[in-house]
């Protein structure tokens, strides 16, 4: 009976991120391998890393097959690889159009946020006076004349975020004028009119 006593060598490995979005980076590291070669392929084309514990991040969406290769001459067990997948998604780029009826304090929000190869599928809205709303198209309705910076984070089915934010104004309104009382002659053809500060204008008798 003979024992060697050789232990043998292992490929595999764990990684801080098996999915996330763009930039992903992930922390790699051999379990239980002394004493061996290594070979990462990070699945992206790049098989140059013969660090034992590498860090790699990727910018691009996608899915990676990620394979360590062990290779150890002085062990039974020379050549040993492991694969894992790592899936990279692309995070959405988060914008909204917003709306303000005339005469009115009220706003209409619309989302126009976009993202490629998934779905946006919540919303969180911070209006900047306090109030916030899930909606995709909400409204808010704003009770003190200002600016007022409202965001918008947009969420993907596959977890990733992005967050835009807009001024809204106020401006105090224009009040609205009209000419004073006018005296005129008989038989005087016409008179001046004026007025401003509103929307629509409408003269009697006309």
Do not use: M
Request: proline share 5%.
């Amino acid at each position: 009976k003979f024992d060697f006593g050789i232990q043998l060598n292992s490929s595999n490995f764990t990684t801080t991120s098996l999915s996330g979005c763009v930039p992903l980076t992930s922390q790699f590291a051999k379990i239980n391998t002394a004493g061996a070669i290594y070979l990462w392929d990070f699945g992206n084309g790049d098989t140059t890393s013969i660090i034992e514990n590498p860090v790699k991040t990727y910018s691009l969406s996608g899915t990676y097959f990620v394979k360590l290769i062990v290779s150890d001459t002085s062990s039974c067990n020379s050549i040993d690889s492991t694969l894992k997948t790592i899936t990279v998604s692309n995070p959405p780029e988060a914008d909204f159009d917003f709306n303000i009826p005339p005469c009115s304090n009220t706003v209409l929000f619309f989302d126009s946020s976009k993202v490629i190869g998934s779905a946006i599928n919540s919303w969180q809205w911070n209006f900047g006076d306090g109030q916030t709303s899930i909606k995709k198209n909400p409204t808010n309705t704003y009770n003190t004349i200002g600016v007022y910076d409202v965001e918008l984070v947009s969420g993907t089915s596959n977890g990733c975020y992005d967050t835009v934010t807009v001024q809204v104004d106020f401006p105090t309104p224009e009040p609205i004028k009209i000419n004073n009382d006018t005296a005129i002659c008989q038989g005087t053809n016409s008179v001046q009119l004026a007025a401003s500060g509103g929307i629509t204008y409408r003269w009697f008798p006309s």
